[in-house]
Each structure stands twice: as structure tokens, then as C-alpha cells.
């Protein structure tokens, strides 16, 4: 039940206390939880982004649509997906998995040929819808270690993409940006949030047993 107590003590955090910081070493769990997410055919097809850099975090702001979190928290991530796949991409990542598994270099051949047959045949906006839902697995994973270790923090769709990847020169990496979690402690005395009782829909209703 630990962690089911720990997602009742989360919420979307409104108010960050920008004077307390995330030590470092915690910050690294979160990102590793996300690491060790799973995803689609094991593609991992996206990157973190660890933002602290002051300046940079107030320049976002605007481009999150003046949620000020963004600024106050302590350690701001990004979640960018490739921009599509590849068959570099997906060549690369097998050959690290045999070469970590001790296997021949071919060994995933027959099955890598068919993932690039299905991608391939895709068009680059089906192919990123796709890369995106392997996204929201990694940033379920860190929101609930950070959930664990009671760091708080604010799940955020709410930006321009377009102007986010424009500002951190993403494109050139082959990047597209999805998702924004700022990292921190709350502010208790000012966020308005903080003692709300948590709702959802009815259990009754959420769930449908057949």
C-alpha cells in the first residue's frame, strides 16, 4: 500500500517554493524510473531533457503560457520524442541489446526487418502520435518516483511545442518536445491546492467488470 500512499499524497503542484532544491542524486532517480519504463518494441524513442539554467526556465515560462512553476521549480524536465523512426534508430538501439545480451550482432534481424517494414510505411505525424504514447509510459514512471520520494511535482501539456523547439534548437536533433514536469517542493502557505481533497470519478463508475 506504500505507494498507493504515495499517489494520494501527490497532486499537481501550483505553487513551488523556489528556494528549496532537489539534491541531485534524487533528481537521478526520477530520470532513471523513466529510463527503466517500457516502451513499444523497446525502441526507448525519446529523450530527457534536464533543465536548471534560471534564465532558460523564465524564457519557457511564456511558452507554457505563464505557468509559473516552470520558473519556481527546482529542476525542470523535458520529455521529446524522436521527430520519427528510423531505420538508423532502430538498427541502433538492437544493436546495443545484443551487444549488452551477449548475442550475435544479427541476432534480431527477422524482427527488426519487420518493425522497419511498419514504420516505414507510415507517415511521419502517424509515427510520432505513435512515439508519443511511449512518452506518457516514462512520465507515468517519474511522476510516481518522484511521488515516492516525496518530491513534488506538475504534469504539463499546456505549451507551445513548436516554440519550445525553436528556442532549444531541437530539430537539429531529430527531437520534437511532448511533455514539461517541474520538479520541486511546494510552497504549502501559498498554494491554493495543496489541502483539497483529491477527486475522482466514482470506483463504481471508473470501473467496468465484464
Known amino acids: 500500500m506504500g505507494l498507493l500512499k504515495d499517489f494520494e499524497w501527490r497532486y499537481a503542484t501550483k505553487k513551488f517554493d523556489s528556494t528549496k532544491k532537489i539534491e541531485q542524486p534524487l533528481v537521478d532517480q526520477i530520470i532513471e524510473a523513466a529510463w527503466l519504463a517500457p516502451t513499444s518494441s523497446g525502441l526507448q524513442p525519446f529523450r530527457i531533457i534536464e533543465i536548471t ?77 505513435h512515439i508519443a504514447h511511449q512518452i506518457y509510459l516514462a512520465f507515468g514512471f517519474a511522476i510516481a518516483m518522484a511521488a515516492e520520494l516525496k518530491i513534488d511535482s506538475t504534469p ?22 511532448v511533455l514539461l514536469l517541474p520538479l520541486g517542493y511546494r510552497d504549502e502557505d501559498n498554494d491554493w491546492l495543496v489541502n483539497q481533497k483529491k477527486v475522482r470519478h466514482p470506483k463504481k463508475e471508473f470501473l467496468l467488470k465484464i
Not at 526487418?113 to 514504420?119: D, E, F, V
Not at 504539463?156 to 518536445?177: A, P, Q
Open 53 to 129: 539554467d534560471e534564465n532558460l526556465k523564465k524564457k519557457i515560462v511564456t511558452i507554457a503560457y505563464n505557468q509559473q512553476q516552470v520558473a519556481d521549480c527546482s529542476h525542470l524536465l523535458l520529455f521529446a520524442g524522436w521527430d520519427n523512426y528510423s531505420e538508423d534508430r532502430i538498427d541502433n538501439i538492437y544493436k546495443c541489446i545484443a551487444l549488452e545480451r551477449g548475442q550475435n550482432p544479427d541476432f534480431y534481424n527477422s524482427y527488426t526487418t519487420r518493425l522497419k517494414k511498419t514504420y516505414t510505411s507510415q507517415s511521419e505525424e502517424e509515427n510520432f502520435k
Open 156 to 177: 504539463m501539456e499546456g505549451f507551445d511545442t513548436e516554440e519550445l523547439d525553436k528556442l532549444l534548437d531541437l530539430n537539429k536533433e531529430g527531437l520534437r518536445s
